[in-house]
RNA sequence: GUGGGUGUAGCUCAGUCGGUAGAGCACCGGGUUGUGGCCUCGGCGGUCGAGGGUUCAAGUCCCUUCACUCACCCCA
């Protein structure tokens, strides 16, 4: 037996319609949020993810899917979507046009992880960008929209997070203090923040092993190190968030993966989904437009991890599936010949229909329709050809009415659609 | 890349001390010659993840391997 690829999935029927749900949510809430969708292409250069994502981030070290093309170009999966975002913007020279765009797009990103609950090497992001806004309205607009999306959908239980990472005039001088701060926890550091104390500081704030959490118990929080820029911007998205009565938490320990995130980052974790447990993260990245060949435009983004919002989603499911509005049980060949006319005709007009091809028993054409859930069965043989009528049985309440044939498409129409 | 757990019917799982492979659900059919759910009876369905070893005999013991899964790492 051929089988998935070790961290793909399929996704099966029972649960499109969910997929689909959400879908349908998120892309009415952009289009009240004035977001435009964006299609991009799943290859890219592998060169614009170095540039973007940072060329010694996990993800570009040792997680994406890169290959040579026949040309012997580097080509790579694309691991997340900002980076193509941000690409098209330039390419296509959008800023020209007007330098703010609200941009949308839904797909699969690659990530070659070890797999586990909530992580797969195929897995599904909404993103959406922010181009050539630098107001802080603009950083709470979107989080205004993410946090929508979640009461939309009906999602309890999470919890908004939210940090400034300063910018290039205060965040240097950040990272001098926690690397003066760390000088004499050599000791303690586990191998890993050993390294990042040298290279990216910050990220230390993520480590779990206990050691290392202890080191940095009474390490400098970066809010208190913010330029005045940096701290007003900070400012005005908390008020803005408090205004519009959005649960937050600020978390100083919040620092994020990629490296091109400049001051507002935030992130939305789910407690029941267990040790992956974002749901959604995003944050500013004023300076990677212009570091990937643009003009110098700010820009905000985040992506929500589409498989785990739907595994928070799944007691939604059921409800969900669609049913036929009828099923017609046809016996003997000339009812089954006329069945498959009206099968047509019906869904023609919206009607979701069905039968079985095979002519079995009334009782397992029945149990069938039952099975399906269809409200009405229309049970037809000769006996009904005959005197030019068919039985329509509601199956809620067993109630069969005689409904002659010439109306038949009417009045099935009729009764489906209340 | 590193650990732990689990692999038996389509699904969920039992399987004792090593002794002929089981249940429930699902599916198909009978009980009702043309009427669903509930009930009842029957049927279909197995490379016991794979390969090797021990043994008269292996789902069961040993070795190897693969897959799934959870966690670390990292992130959505």
């Given at each position: 037996?051929?089988?998935?690829?070790?961290?793909?999935?399929?996704?099966?029927?029972?649960?499109?319609?969910?997929?689909?749900?959400?879908?349908?949510?998120?892309?009415?809430?952009?289009?009240?949020?004035?977001?435009?969708?964006?299609?991009?292409?799943?290859?890219?250069?592998?060169?614009?993810?170095?540039?973007?994502?940072?060329?010694?981030?996990?993800?570009?070290?040792?997680?994406?899917?890169?290959?040579?093309?026949r040309s012997g170009a580097s080509l790579t999966m694309r691991p997340e979507a900002t980076a193509s975002v941000v690409r098209a913007y330039i390419e296509h020279k959008l800023y020209a046009k007007d330098p703010v765009w609200k941009l949308y797009t839904i797909g699969p990103m690659?990530?070659?992880?070890?797999?586990?609950?909530?992580?797969?090497?195929?897995?599904?992001?909404?993103?959406?960008?922010?181009?050539?806004?630098?107001?802080?309205?603009?950083?709470?607009?979107?989080?205004?929209?993410?946090?929508?999306?979640?009461?939309?959908?009906?999602?309890?239980?999470?919890?908004?997070?939210?940090?400034?990472?300063?910018?290039?005039?205060?965040?240097?001088?950040?990272?001098?203090?926690?690397?003066?701060?760390?000088?004499?926890?050599?000791a303690e550091l586990c191998s890993d923040c050993l390294r990042r104390r040298e290279k990216n500081p910050l990220r230390i704030f993520d480590c779990k092993v206990p050691a290392c959490k202890e080191a940095m118990l009474d390490a400098p929080s970066i809010l208190d190190h913010l330029?005045?820029?940096?701290?007003?911007?900070?400012?005005?998205?908390?008020?803005?968030?408090?205004?519009?009565?959005?649960?937050?938490?600020?978390?100083?320990?919040?620092?994020?993966?990629?490296?091109?995130?400049?001051?507002?980052?935030?992130?939305?974790?789910?407690?029941?989904?267990?040790?992956?447990?974002?749901?959604?993260?995003?944050?500013?990245?004023?300076?990677?437009?212009?570091?990937?060949?643009?003009?110098?435009?700010?820009?905000?983004?985040?992506?929500?991890?589409?498989?785990?919002?739907?595994?928070?989603?799944?007691?939604?499911?059921?409800?969900?599936?669609?049913?036929?509005?009828?099923?017609?049980?046809?016996?003997g060949t000339g009812a089954q010949d006329r069945a498959f006319g009206w099968l047509q005709e019906l869904r023609m007009q919206n009607v979701r229909t069905e039968m079985d091809f095979a002519d079995r028993s009334l009782k397992a054409q029945m149990r069938r329709a039952n099975k399906?859930?269809?409200?009405?069965?229309?049970?037809?043989?000769?006996?009904?050809?005959?005197?030019?009528?068919?039985?329509?049985?509601?199956?809620?309440?067993?109630?069969?009415?005689?409904?002659?044939?010439?109306?038949?498409?009417?009045?099935?129409?009729?009764?489906?659609?209340?």
């Amino acid at each position: 037996m051929i089988t998935l690829v070790r961290g793909f999935k399929d996704i099966l029927p029972a649960e499109t319609a969910l997929w689909q749900h959400l879908e349908d949510v998120a892309r009415q809430l952009f289009d009240d949020f004035g977001f435009a969708e964006l299609r991009i292409p799943v290859l890219e250069q592998t060169e614009l993810f170095a540039r973007s994502i940072g060329a010694d981030t996990d993800i570009v070290e040792k997680e994406m899917y890169t290959f040579a093309d026949r040309s012997g170009a580097s080509l790579t999966m694309r691991p997340e979507a900002t980076a193509s975002v941000v690409r098209a913007y330039i390419e296509h020279k959008l800023y020209a046009k007007d330098p703010v765009w609200k941009l949308y797009t839904i797909g699969p990103m690659f990530r070659r992880e070890r797999p586990q609950k909530g992580r797969y090497r195929q897995f599904y992001q909404i993103n959406a960008e922010v181009f050539g806004l630098e107001d802080p309205r603009a950083d709470a607009e979107l989080i205004l929209l993410l946090m929508t999306l979640m009461g939309r959908l009906e999602l309890s239980g999470i919890m908004l997070h939210i940090n400034s990472l300063g910018c290039a005039a205060c965040r240097p001088h950040f990272k001098e203090a926690l690397r003066s701060f760390l000088t004499e926890s050599t000791a303690e550091l586990c191998s890993d923040c050993l390294r990042r104390r040298e290279k990216n500081p910050l990220r230390i704030f993520d480590c779990k092993v206990p050691a290392c959490k202890e080191a940095m118990l009474d390490a400098p929080s970066i809010l208190d190190h913010l330029c005045d820029q940096c701290r007003s911007h900070f400012e005005t998205v908390q008020a803005s968030l408090e205004r519009f009565q959005i649960p937050y938490q600020t978390n100083h320990r919040l620092v994020r993966g990629l490296d091109y995130y400049t001051r507002t980052a935030f992130e939305v974790l789910a407690e029941a989904l267990g040790a992956q447990d974002a749901v959604a993260g995003g944050g500013r990245y004023d300076s990677l437009v212009k570091a990937l060949g643009g003009p110098d435009q700010p820009g905000i983004g985040f992506a929500i991890g589409v498989d785990r919002l739907i595994e928070l989603l799944a007691h939604q499911r059921q409800g969900l599936e669609k049913r036929p509005h009828l099923f017609i049980a046809a016996l003997g060949t000339g009812a089954q010949d006329r069945a498959f006319g009206w099968l047509q005709e019906l869904r023609m007009q919206n009607v979701r229909t069905e039968m079985d091809f095979a002519d079995r028993s009334l009782k397992a054409q029945m149990r069938r329709a039952n099975k399906l859930g269809a409200p009405y069965v229309l049970i037809v043989g000769d006996r009904e050809l005959e005197e030019g009528s068919a039985e329509l049985r509601n199956m809620s309440t067993k109630e069969q009415e005689k409904v002659r044939l010439q109306d038949l498409v009417e009045v099935v129409v009729n009764k489906t659609r209340n």
